[in-house]
T-cell receptor
Framework: DTAVSQTPKYLVTQMGNDKSIKCEQNLGHDTMYWYKQDSKKFLKIMFS???????INETVPNRFSPKSPDKAHLNLHINSLELGDSAVYFC?????????????FGQGTRLTVV | AQSVTQPDIHITVSEGASLELRCNYS??????LFWYVQSPGQGLQLLLK??????LVQGIKGFEAEFKRSQSSFNLRKPSVHWSDAAEYFC????????????FGGGTRVLVKP
């Protein structure tokens, strides 16, 4: 069983479209995250949720809207996609918030905006 | 705010040779430190972590890392590299504040020569 699963794995879409990426974890963790990895492999946190509550929002454009229907799911919706949104998006989870806990990562979703 | 620097963008090593990847961090208190590995097209897998205690930590796949507070470093080592160790390696520091935000270094790409 995959611990943190994301769908889709690849997403190619045109500028201006709206798309969603789904993430589910079956680890029973309280905290979930979205990270963005750019073309230079630099990883940066976008959002963090703890028990469905938004904890971190790292100055991400309003076009990005995370939604956590329950603590096992954290989806990412992106409106009006731009070329600069092309990246690999990683979902992750950890048992709780606090720093001294390992994050488990999904396989990533490679988003290409054309 | 915390930050992580990985000075080496690329390292090429011969199979069977030793490997050391450098990581320097900046954080106002005792850090939580992590090393993750990313194989091509894959998500991130935790190699090892340091929270407290013994400054030499052992991880998976024969890796170890040493925390040196005086040098603000957490270098990763492996005595004998295998071809399967070719990957991107990321050092990260975890925040104690709510949200368990991981701040990553820029990564080091390891190439293994036969």
């Amino acid at each position: 069983d995959t611990a943190v699963s994301q769908t889709p794995k690849y997403l190619v879409t045109q500028m201006g479209n709206d798309k969603s990426i789904k993430c589910e974890q079956n680890l029973g963790h309280d905290t979930m995250y979205w990270y963005k990895q750019d073309s230079k492999k630099f990883l940066k946190i976008m959002f963090s949720y703890n028990n469905k509550e938004l904890i971190i929002n790292e100055t991400v454009p309003n076009r990005f809207s995370p939604k956590s229907p329950d603590k096992a799911h954290l989806n990412l919706h992106i409106n009006s996609l731009e070329l600069g949104d092309s990246a690999v998006y990683f979902c992750a989870s950890s048992p709780y918030q606090g720093g001294n806990t390992e994050a488990f990562f999904g396989q990533g979703t490679r988003l290409t905006v054309v | 705010a915390q930050s992580v620097t990985q000075p080496d963008i690329h390292i090429t090593v011969s199979e069977g040779a030793s490997l050391e990847l450098r990581c320097n961090y900046s954080y106002g208190a005792t850090p939580y430190l992590f090393w993750y590995v990313q194989s091509p097209g894959q998500g991130l897998q935790l190699l090892l972590k340091y929270f407290s205690g013994d400054t030499l930590v052992q991880g998976i796949k024969g890796f170890e890392a040493e925390f040196k507070r005086s040098q603000s470093s957490f270098n990763l080592r492996k005595p004998s590299v295998h071809w399967s160790d070719a990957a991107e390696y990321f050092c990260a520091v975890g925040a104690r504040a709510a949200g368990n935000k991981l701040t990553f270094g820029g990564g080091t790409r390891v190439l293994v020569k036969p």
